[in-house]
């Protein structure tokens, strides 16, 4: 990677500090991922948990962003994508929704769930009596693979470190995971979604519930009726009348 330039350095420098960063590592080693900007993003989380506020984890997330969209660890995807698609929603969302990877309309757009199987799930958040504007929506995946196949496990252990610190930032209450990549993968587990759903998990301070994939519910409306039992589960949990 080129070094960068003395306004991005200034600006990227600026970023921090607004972000709170007060000291950088004095080295920092090339081949180390993920970078230096990003395991201060970390710290600072990490560092002060409940005390950040949603301008700082704006901020963070800002920081993380870049590192995504800069991000080349899966060849064939860095290749193959129009831009990552990072996350929506709000840095200091109670419920954060977790789905597997973007399809042909979120590639084009850089905004997660907004084809076919996003527009159903906006349907169930509303169903929720939430709106979209209330929860944070991010992927496993941040870049789309080819012919919308299943994230293969590389390219899981790829995002995992972006996932991870993108929910450490947000803190948030709960986790619905859809479908089974998804759940898999938060969970490392290899347990279908069939024997994920039902159960109460903990994700750092995070209650997590599974559920159906939307993509899923569009080949088998039948399952709708299951999806809408979990969401008054989670709806009850988090004291949401509907
Ligand atoms: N399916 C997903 O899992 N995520 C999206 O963003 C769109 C479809």
């Given at each position: 990677?080129?070094?960068?330039?003395?306004?991005?350095?200034?600006?990227?420098?600026?970023?921090?500090?607004?972000?709170?960063?007060?000291?950088?590592?004095?080295?920092?080693?090339?081949?180390?991922?993920?970078?230096?900007?990003?395991?201060?993003?970390?710290?600072?989380?990490?560092?002060?948990?409940?005390?950040?506020?949603?301008?700082?984890?704006?901020?963070?997330?800002?920081?993380?962003?870049?590192?995504?969209?800069?991000?080349?660890?899966?060849?064939?995807?860095?290749?193959?994508?129009?831009?990552?698609?990072?996350?929506?929603?709000?840095?200091?969302?109670?419920?954060?929704?977790?789905?597997?990877?973007?399809?042909?309309?979120?590639?084009?757009?850089?905004?997660?769930?907004?084809?076919?199987?996003?527009?159903?799930?906006?349907?169930?958040?509303?169903?929720?009596?939430?709106?979209?504007?209330?929860?944070?929506?991010?992927?496993?995946?941040?870049?789309?693979?080819?012919?919308?196949?299943?994230?293969?496990?590389?390219?899981?252990?790829?995002?995992?470190?972006?996932?991870?610190?993108?929910?450490?930032?947000?803190?948030?209450?709960?986790?619905?995971?859809?479908?089974?990549?998804?759940?898999?993968?938060?969970?490392?587990?290899?347990?279908?979604?069939?024997?994920?759903?039902?159960?109460?998990?903990?994700?750092?301070?995070a209650r997590v519930i599974c559920?159906?994939?939307?993509?899923?519910?569009?080949?088998?409306?039948?399952?709708?009726?299951?999806?809408?039992?979990?969401?008054?589960?989670?709806?009850?949990?988090?004291?949401?009348?509907?």
């Open positions: 990677m080129d070094a960068p330039s003395p306004n991005a350095l200034a600006q990227r420098l600026e970023s921090l500090a607004l972000a709170g960063v007060t000291n950088l590592p004095k080295k920092r080693r090339v081949s180390q991922e993920p970078s230096a900007t990003a395991r201060q993003a970390e710290a600072l989380v990490a560092a002060t948990p409940s005390t950040n506020g949603p301008a700082d984890r704006v901020q963070a997330l800002a920081i993380l962003r870049d590192d995504v969209a800069a991000c080349t660890r899966c060849g064939e995807l860095a290749a193959g994508r129009t831009q990552t698609v990072f996350g929506v929603g709000p840095a200091d969302a109670r419920l954060c929704f977790f789905g597997e990877a973007p399809g042909a309309d979120e590639d084009a757009s850089g905004i997660p769930f907004v084809g076919r199987a996003g527009q159903l799930l906006t349907k169930i958040i509303e169903a929720c009596t939430l709106s979209r504007d209330q929860v944070y929506i991010l992927n496993v995946l941040k870049c789309r693979p080819p012919n919308n196949r299943p994230p293969h496990p590389e390219e899981v252990a790829n995002c995992r470190g972006y996932f991870e610190r993108q929910l450490a930032i947000i803190q948030p209450e709960f986790i619905c995971c859809l479908g089974t990549s998804a759940a898999q993968a938060l969970l490392q587990t290899t347990e279908p979604i069939g024997k994920l759903r039902h159960r109460w998990f903990d994700h750092g301070t559920t159906y994939h939307p993509s899923y519910l569009l080949r088998n409306p039948a399952a709708k009726r299951d999806v809408w039992a979990d969401m008054k589960v989670l709806m009850a949990a988090m004291g949401v009348g509907m």
